[in-house]
C-alpha cells in the first residue's frame, strides 16, 4: 500500500442486539472522528433483524428510516475482501457485485451477534484485518460465566456467583431462590451472561425483587448470573495494544441511580465520571496491572475496558467484567480514559487501525497447510 493511499476502512455497526441503538451512538462518534485525509470510510450498517446494509447512507437508514441504503453481504471466504451490493434480478432472484475492496474493517458492534465471536469469525473466515479481540477472546469476554472461570484460573478475585439457566429458572423457579438463598445473600445482582451496557441488569434486595430480576434478565439470554453485591465503588481501566498492551489511568464511576444503569449509561446526565480516579498510587497500579493481566489472559487484542469493583469497607479490587468493545462515543469511558492519558480521539482510532494490521500481518506468518515431508 502506498503511503499517498488511503486506507480503506469498513465501519459496521447496528446489529442484532439489545444494544443496537448504543451501537448507533458509538458508531456515530467514530465516523466522525476518523481522518478523511487517512482514511476512506465505508459504513455498514446492520439491521435490529440482521440484515446488512450499505451503500448510500446506512447510518441514517438505521436511525430514521428515512435515508436509502441498499442490501448487501460480506462473504466469508479468503480473496479481495469486499462488501457485496445485493442487486435483484427478478423476483427470486440477486445478483452480487462487489464494490468497494477494503482494507480493514473496524467493528463498532456490541452485544451478541457482533461482540461475542460471531462477526470475527466470518471476517476470520474473509481473511480481512479487523480492529479488536479475536474469536477466542471476543466469545469468552462476551460471555460473563466463562471470563469469570478464566479470571479465577488466572488466580484474579471475582465475587461469589451462581449461574442459572433460563429452563431451570421457568420449571423450578423456587428450588432457584432457595439455591440462590443459600449460597448468596441480598443484595444480589442479576445479568444476562452475554450481554452488556447494562441492558437486563437489575439489583435484588429482596426475594420479590429477585423474582422480578431473574424474569427480566431472563427476556435477554438462556443463562443468567446472580452475583453477590457489595457495597463498591465502580472503577474501569482502558487497556491498548496486541501483544504487549498498556493501561490506561483509572476512571472512577459515581452512579446516579443505584448502580451504573443504562438509564445512567445513556439517557440521564446524573452519573459522574471521575478521571483519574481518586485512589492512592498502590491500589491505581494494582487495577491496570490486573487489567493487562485479565486483558492477555483471554488472549484480547486492539482494545478493552476492564471494569473493577473496589470494596468500600476492605479497599479490595474484584474484577467485574472486560468489554472487548467497548462504548466509544467521544464521551465514553474508554475514549475518556485514553484522552485523559495523552492519547486524543483521533489518535486512538489511527492506533487500534494499525494494531489491527499488525496483527492480521503477524497471523500471516503461520502456516495453514501441513505436509509430513516439509521441515
Known amino acids: 500500500m502506498s503511503a499517498s493511499k488511503r486506507i480503506r476502512v469498513g465501519v459496521i455497526f447496528g446489529g442484532r442486539s439489545g444494544e443496537h441503538e448504543v451501537s448507533l451512538r458509538s458508531a456515530a462518534s467514530v465516523l466522525g472522528a476518523i481522518d478523511p485525509e487517512k482514511y476512506e470510510?465505508?459504513?455498514?450498517?446492520?439491521?435490529?433483524?440482521?440484515?446488512?446494509?450499505?451503500?448510500?447512507?446506512?447510518?441514517?437508514?438505521?436511525?430514521s428510516g428515512e435515508a436509502a441504503a441498499a442490501p448487501a453481504a460480506l462473504?466469508?471466504?479468503?480473496?479481495?475482501?469486499?462488501?457485496?451490493?445485493?442487486?435483484?434480478?427478478?423476483q427470486e432472484t440477486s445478483a452480487m457485485r462487489a464494490t468497494a475492496p477494503l482494507d480493514v474493517i473496524f467493528p463498532v458492534l456490541h452485544g451478541p451477534f457482533g461482540e461475542d465471536g460471531t462477526v470475527q469469525g466470518l471476517l476470520e473466515l474473509a481473511d480481512i484485518p479487523y480492529v479488536g479481540a479475536g474469536v477466542v477472546g471476543s466469545a469468552v469476554g462476551m460471555d460473563k460465566v466463562i471470563f469469570k472461570s478464566v479470571m479465577t484460573a488466572y488466580g484474579i478475585p471475582v465475587l461469589p456467583y451462581r449461574l442459572v439457566l433460563r429452563s431451570e429458572w421457568e420449571v423450578n423457579p423456587d428450588r432457584v431462590l432457595k439455591a440462590l438463598?443459600?449460597?448468596?445473600?441480598?443484595?444480589?445482582f442479576v445479568k444476562p451472561a452475554n450481554l452488556g451496557s447494562s441492558v437486563g441488569i437489575s439489583?435484588?434486595?429482596?426475594?420479590?425483587?429477585?423474582?422480578?430480576?431473574?424474569?427480566?434478565?431472563?427476556?435477554?439470554?438462556?443463562?443468567?448470573?446472580?452475583?453477590?453485591?457489595?457495597?463498591?465503588?465502580?472503577?474501569?481501566?482502558?487497556?491498548?495494544?496486541?501483544?504487549d498492551p498498556i493501561a490506561s489511568i483509572p476512571g472512577e464511576i459515581i452512579p446516579g441511580d443505584e448502580f451504573y444503569s443504562y438509564t445512567d449509561k445513556y439517557l440521564s446526565d446524573e452519573a459522574q465520571l471521575l478521571i483519574p480516579a481518586p485512589l492512592d498510587e498502590v491500589t491505581t497500579q494494582k487495577a491496570q496491572e490486573i487489567a493487562i493481566k485479565a486483558f492477555k489472559a483471554i488472549d484480547c487484542a486492539g482494545l478493552g475496558r476492564v471494569d473493577f469493583l473496589l470494596d468500600s469497607q476492605t479497599g479490595e479490587l474484584w474484577m467485574n467484567e472486560i468489554n472487548t468493545i467497548p462504548g466509544?462515543?467521544?464521551?465514553?469511558?474508554?475514549?475518556?480514559?485514553?484522552?485523559?492519558?495523552?492519547?486524543?480521539?483521533?489518535?486512538?482510532?489511527?492506533?487500534?487501525?494499525?494494531?489491527?494490521?499488525?496483527?492480521?500481518?503477524?497471523?500471516?506468518?503461520?502456516q495453514t497447510s501441513y505436509s509430513s515431508g516439509s521441515r
Open 41 to 63: 470510510v465505508v459504513p455498514i450498517g446492520i439491521t435490529p433483524q440482521g440484515h446488512w446494509i450499505a451503500g448510500g447512507d446506512p447510518m441514517a437508514a438505521l436511525t
Open 75 to 90: 462473504i466469508g471466504e479468503p480473496g479481495q475482501p469486499s462488501i457485496k451490493a445485493l442487486e435483484p434480478i427478478d
Open 181 to 188: 438463598e443459600e449460597s448468596l445473600h441480598y443484595p444480589m
Open 203 to 243: 439489583k435484588a434486595d429482596s426475594r420479590e425483587g429477585l423474582v422480578r430480576a431473574l424474569g427480566e434478565a431472563s427476556r435477554y439470554d438462556r443463562r443468567l448470573v446472580v452475583e453477590q453485591g457489595i457495597d463498591a465503588r465502580e472503577i474501569e481501566v482502558s487497556v491498548l495494544g496486541n501483544e
Open 328 to 366: 466509544f462515543t467521544s464521551i465514553s469511558m474508554y475514549p475518556r480514559l485514553w484522552e485523559a492519558s495523552g492519547l486524543p480521539y483521533p489518535e486512538l482510532i489511527d492506533r487500534l487501525i494499525m494494531l489491527a494490521l499488525d496483527r492480521h500481518m503477524d497471523k500471516a506468518r503461520s
